[in-house]
């Protein structure tokens, strides 16, 4: 095989697709598919797909906020993030709403730094992830609830942050994809930034 090092799209024939489980945010789905010369059942979390946003300061600083996550039993450290789950709503515009119910900022400059998929092996679920720059408060501050209601914010240096991934001292998906893209777009001179309206091909739902 040549050319570049690239996934290959693949569509089976679906035999059966039904929802095996309906949850609050996202549901389970079991699917029967033809694969070589044979048919498989699988099941897996039909996620509707979710945004980050590495907010970066005019100092190299990258906002970050810590909340309790209850499957793991760790008040982490993430970046700003949420789930698409506004019906046709674009994931950039997905992206600003979450930055500024959030964290209350809106964001002069935006750049698409990443996209990826979570956990294919179990999941659906697709992450893009964005780069926003010219920060300023909104002036509105949105009221949080549930796991929202105590979160904390700390603005760190892009290095420190990039260290405490390094170390294994934060451990989420999001923020070690952001800031690592980050830190290697930084070091290129921003060269390798994309549009942030992209046509998301991969995200199957969008």
């Not at 498989?40 to 190299?60: M, N, Q």
Request: net charge negative.
């Amino acid at each position: 095989m040549t050319g570049p090092l690239a996934d290959e799209g693949f569509e089976p024939e679906v035999l059966t697709s039904e929802r095996a489980f309906a949850g609050r945010i996202w549901d389970v789905r079991s699917e029967t598919f033809r694969y070589l010369d044979g048919t498989l059942t699988r099941e897996f979390v039909d996620h509707p797909g979710a945004v980050g946003i590495v907010a970066l300061d005019d100092e190299d600083r990258v906002l970050l906020i810590r909340q309790y996550r209850h499957p793991i039993r760790l008040r982490e450290w993430e970046l700003p993030a949420g789930i698409m789950d506004v019906d046709h709503e674009p994931p950039l515009t997905t992206a600003k709403r979450e930055l500024a119910e959030e964290v209350d900022l809106a964001a002069a400059e935006w750049r698409l730094l990443a996209d990826y998929a979570v956990s294919p092996g179990g999941s659906d679920e697709m992450i893009r992830i964005y780069l926003a720059r010219g920060l300023e408060a909104t002036g509105v501050a949105f009221d949080r609830t549930g796991e929202e209601r105590d979160m904390e914010q700390r603005w760190v240096p892009l290095e420190e942050a990039i260290d405490a991934v390094r170390d294994g001292r934060v451990q989420n998906s999001i923020i070690t994809v952001g800031l690592l893209a980050t830190w290697f777009e930084r070091s290129r001179g921003w060269t390798g930034l994309k549009d942030p309206e992209t046509p998301w091909t991969r995200h199957r739902k969008h």
